[in-house]
């Protein structure tokens, strides 16, 4: 009896440039790993992709990028769905996983410059300079370091905003180092920021692949691009977050990293304005990466972080 090939895996994926690229990319490594095994991609489009007129912050974060992928494998539309893990909320709907973590690109944010400031680093920009994020994370820390400079919320894909750039709209733009990387654009990196400026987001850098819970077949085939390492550091990342019930929209800033086995995890949270910054680190196996995470985030509470995370949550809320 000659048995039937196994069905298809169906790949959800956003439609943006960036994520094309990374879910193009893990169903090539799929393909390689699983050679008798046919990948689909499937492609859509998400809350936060289609409202570009209103800063992220404002329209809420569960699951801006990410609540539509996840219907299709509720509905068994889809079987997995290719995430930016710093995307990818900490608390997932029921009947889904978070099922793998592949291995990290740089974290670290990137500062992006007009021609005409070429000449300057992220330090010595001319008092007034007009920067654009829209990260509330970025803005936080930056107001805390650089209280001279001009801070403009900007939105749009990638090549959308760096056109803003080129037009003079913008002096320069914070952005993620592993999304220009990818995208082939590292040449437009002007500057690694350094993690004493800019602790980065949980998980940046990072693909999550995420699947429905009791799909053993599903499991068993994305663990092939598991990175244990990088696997460790992100769990640490996302327990820290989860324990101080941030979102992805809101400042709170981390970096990690394991040296013999050894998980050091640093953490942030600010104040909106920047004015309130407080910041402190655990160590421990890499092994016991979330109670690291909920160590870290229990100490911050003790300094204060709890309280201005409810300010910010109290300043974010829709108006009535």
């Not at 999550?208 to 550091?233: F, N």
């Not at 324990?243 to 953490?267: F, H, R, S, Y």
Request: aromatic share 4%; glycine share 8%; net charge negative.
């Amino acid at each position: 009896m000659i048995s039937s090939p196994p069905r298809p895996v169906r790949i959800a994926s956003r439609k943006s440039q960036l994520a094309l690229v990374q879910t193009h990319w893990v169903q090539a490594e799929l393909r390689k790993a699983f050679p008798e095994r046919s990948f689909e991609v499937e492609t859509m489009s998400t809350k936060g992709d289609n409202i570009l007129d209103v800063p992220l912050a404002k329209i809420g974060d569960k699951g801006l990028f990410t609540k539509e992928l996840e219907v299709r494998m509720l509905q068994d539309d889809a079987d997995l769905a290719v995430h930016s893990l710093k995307d990818l909320p900490t608390n997932l709907p029921g009947g889904l996983m978070l099922g793998c973590i592949t291995e990290r690109e740089n974290p670290a944010d990137a500062l992006v410059v007009h021609e005409k400031f070429k000449q300057y680093q992220l330090d010595t920009l001319p008092e007034g300079t007009v920067v654009g994020t829209s990260s509330l994370r970025r803005l936080a820390q930056l107001r805390h370091h650089y209280p001279q400079l001009s801070f403009k919320d900007v939105r749009g894909n990638l090549n959308t905003r760096l056109a803003k750039l080129d037009s003079g709209e913008y002096d320069a733009l914070i952005l993620a180092y592993a999304g220009l990387h990818r995208l082939g654009m590292g040449d437009r990196i002007h500057q690694s920021i350094p993690p004493d400026v800019s602790l980065h987001a949980v998980g940046q850098g990072a693909l999550g692949i995420e699947c429905r819970e009791g799909d053993s077949d599903t499991l068993k085939v994305i663990k092939a691009l598991e990175h244990e390492p990088t696997a460790q550091r992100c769990h640490a990342e996302r327990a820290f977050l989860r324990e101080l019930e941030g979102g992805c929209q809101v400042p709170i800033g981390v970096n990690t990293e394991i040296i013999d086995g050894a998980l050091t995890l640093k953490g942030m949270v600010a104040s909106l304005d920047g004015k309130q910054l407080i910041k402190d680190q655990v160590s421990g196996p890499a092994t016991t990466a979330e109670a690291l995470g909920i160590e870290l985030a229990n100490k911050l509470k003790e300094q204060g972080a709890g309280e201005i995370l409810a300010k910010i949550f109290e300043e974010m809320r829709p108006e009535a």
